[in-house]
């Protein structure tokens, strides 16, 4: 008797049995968009740390698999339950003890022929931060349709919500996120850095 | 409205850059890869060990009782033992295990029919057993080495009191030592109105798992409430 090979079963089939209760194939379905909850874990915390995070999404994951409606694509709840797990690292009092540390290490190491190319990845690193930051009905759609690559209408699906609903949060947390990351010392001086302070001082 | 547009505008701007920052930040990937597997293995260690966990707890859980019993039923017939060993007074407990109640029971009658004494009749003495004694345990207690002498029952060979008094109105008890299990037997130190302390064999009824005194007392424990099952009919009122 041949088995299909797991990665030609499709989601649904593996959703299912896992709704039975099967944790053999949602092991399966968890490794299957491991990289999107690795992105998420790896954006916030580095080394255990990210480990932790992405375990701790897919138990969550699990625990939650009840209420998750299937109407949405499994990869948009899966990631939007990773980023929750990354925003409650970013404000837990563990990580506000370590990060100084941790970060400072991260700096030291940077050497001075990659500087430019580390400085880079900090800044795109801090952006995605500052997104881990926000609000949950903010943090989501921004999360999910910028650097996932859902549409609106499947965020709209998996937030239950209408998609102007959406778009108006999507707008709003781009602007708490104009605010953030016009103080944000880590967004080197660059043209999108100018026009946010100038933003910023128009909304005052 | 010029400044409302104004401010519309540098908020499209602003918008605009930071939509820029957010597509180059999406093209961010970590520079460490997850290790494939871990969270397959996540999902199997962390979700199927606590029903693990929980099946043990259940089979521990239903055998506690079980358990508990066969403890008591080890340890209770060599703590009796200790304290008839260790007990200056005559064997108690075990004359006053089941079959000694029903000898003790028949020798008394025998004994007060001899003695021509104004016994109970028969009939009172079925009527009574098993009858649980409205007692209330004293917190006086009286160390063994200080027991004074007229408290204690002269006794027979078999651990019967010779004398028992039949007219006397219990009205405290306490009970020597350490008694522990179901029921236990006991002899214990009832204070008669009049003042003047006895000793009677009872039946307590000691719920399972609890136990009163320790093991190694050697002087009457202080106790407030014994449940005592009945006590000797010859003793009880």
């Known amino acids: 008797m041949d088995f299909p090979d797991p990665q030609e079963v499709p989601d649904a089939e593996l959703l299912a049995a896992a709704l039975q209760g099967d944790t053999d194939r949602f092991g399966q379905l968890c490794e299957r968009h491991r990289a999107r909850i690795w992105r998420v874990a790896a954006s916030v915390a580095d080394g255990a740390e990210a480990d932790d995070i992405a375990q701790e999404a897919v138990v969550r994951a699990w625990q939650s698999l009840r209420r998750y409606r299937a109407e949405a694509p499994f990869a948009a709840w899966l990631t939007r339950i ?123 | ?77 060599r703590d009796l033992g200790k304290i008839d060993r260790t007990s200056p007074r005559p064997r108690t407990t075990s004359a006053l295990s089941v079959g000694a109640d029903q000898s003790f029971v028949a020798d008394a009658k ?50 019967v009191p010779s004398e028992p008094s039949r007219t006397t109105a219990w009205t405290t008890y306490s009970v020597p030592r350490y008694v522990a299990g179901v029921s236990t037997a006991a002899w214990i130190r009832a204070n008669a109105p009049d003042g003047e302390p006895e000793y009677v064999p009872a039946v307590l009824d000691v719920p399972l798992g609890e136990m009163y005194g320790e093991p190694s007392d050697d002087h009457s424990i202080e106790l407030d409430v014994v449940p005592v099952r009945y006590v000797m009919e010859e003793f009880n009122e």
Request: aromatic share 4%; charged share 25%; with cysteine.
């Open chain 1, 82 to 204: 990773a980023a929750n797990v990354a925003h409650d690292h970013r404000k837990s009092a563990w990580r506000r003890r370590v990060l100084p540390l941790s970060a400072m290490s991260e700096r030291h190491d940077a050497g001075v022929d990659a500087e430019a190319v580390a400085l880079g990845r900090q800044e795109q690193r801090a952006v995605r931060q500052a997104v881990a930051d926000l609000p949950e009905r903010e943090r989501s759609p921004i999360w999910l349709h910028y650097f996932e690559g859902f549409s609106v209408a499947e965020i709209a699906r998996l937030a239950g919500a209408p998609e102007a609903t959406v778009r108006s949060r999507v707008r709003a947390g781009l602007r708490r996120l104009g605010k953030s990351l016009a103080d944000n010392e880590v967004i080197g001086d660059t043209a999108q850095r100018q026009v946010l302070a100038e933003a910023e001082r128009c909304s005052m």
């Open chain 2, 1 to 77: 409205m010029q400044h409302v547009s104004n401010n519309r505008k540098t908020d499209d701007r602003g918008a605009a850059a930071v939509e820029a920052l957010l597509r180059a930040a999406a093209k961010w990937q970590p520079e460490r890869p997850i290790a494939a597997g871990m969270l397959a293995d996540t999902i199997a260690r962390r979700t199927r060990m606590p029903r693990a966990n929980m099946a043990r707890w259940r089979w521990a859980v239903a055998f506690a009782p079980i358990g508990a019993a066969l403890t008591l039923a080890l340890v209770m017939p």
């Open chain 2, 110 to 159: 025998t004994r007060d029919a001899a003695a021509g004494n104004q016994s109970k009749p028969a009939s009172d003495v079925r009527r009574n057993a098993g009858r649980r004694a409205p007692v209330r345990i004293s917190r006086k207690t009286t160390r063994v080495g200080h027991r004074p002498a007229g408290g204690v029952r002269p006794q027979t060979m078999s651990g």
